[in-house]
């Protein structure tokens, strides 16, 4: 059963970073990309950027340049989302998904979400 | 930078309703569009992807159309279920070039 697997909740101080990760199973982490959406309490989605592990391409939203990195490790199947400098206006829901890059270009599995909140 | 808007923000029907909502981008993308499907306190869920696939395993009363910069998603029969936030999604795909933007949402609530 292919799934993605995300780590758990994070409190965060502003100005410090957050590390999600997102862990791949049943084959959904190959060829794939995988990406990153944010969802605001109440908001719309977000994107905030991904990677395709098998050629180390990575795109980052203007939006999120220079603050987020995004890496994978293919012997664990692992990808992680790395956000800095983080302010009150970064708590959100993140979610990790599989872009299908064979029919169209999708995200088709999705990650549970990693609720991340940002409070003094 | 490529603009998505999707209307109406929100919208109320009666079971059995056929839903309409539309998908524009600020450029012609082709038919580089997919729709998802939003339940409250849920990932997303893909339901048409190129503008007019349904996705494996959706059922056949969603549909999705255009190309260009207009874009129509249909509920040809509204059910129960159905009540969710619908995003429209445009993709760029130039490699190394990857890139994606979400419309702001329509919200389906059951009159």
């Known amino acids: 059963q292919s799934q993605l697997v995300q780590s758990g909740a994070e409190v965060k101080k502003p100005g410090s970073s957050v590390k999600v990760s997102c862990k791949a199973s049943g084959g959904i982490f190959n060829s794939d990309g995988i990406n990153w959406v944010r969802q605001a309490p109440g908001q719309g989605l977000k994107w905030i950027g991904g990677i395709i592990p098998i050629f180390g391409i990575t795109n980052y939203a203007e939006k999120f340049q220079g603050r987020v990195t995004i890496t994978a490790d293919d012997s664990t199947t692992t990808a992680y989302m790395e956000l800095s400098s983080l302010t009150s206006e970064d708590s959100a829901v993140y979610y990790c998904a599989r872009t299908r890059r064979s029919d169209g270009y999708n995200f088709d599995y999705w990650g549970q979400g990693t609720l991340v909140t940002v409070s003094s | 930078d490529i603009q998505m808007t999707q209307s109406p923000s929100s919208l109320s029907a009666s079971v059995g309703d056929r839903v309409t909502i539309t998908c524009q981008a600020s450029q012609d993308i082709s038919n580089y569009l997919n729709w998802y499907q939003q339940k409250a306190g849920k990932a997303p869920k893909l339901l048409i992807y190129?503008?007019?696939n349904l996705e494996a395993g959706v059922p056949s009363r969603f549909s999705g159309s255009g190309s260009g910069t207009d874009f129509t998603f249909t509920i040809s029969t509204l059910q129960p279920e159905d009540i969710a936030t619908y995003y429209c999604q445009r993709y760029d795909n130039l490699p190394p070039r990857f890139e994606f933007t979400f419309g702001p949402g329509t919200k389906v609530d059951i009159k």
């Open positions: 190129d503008a007019s």
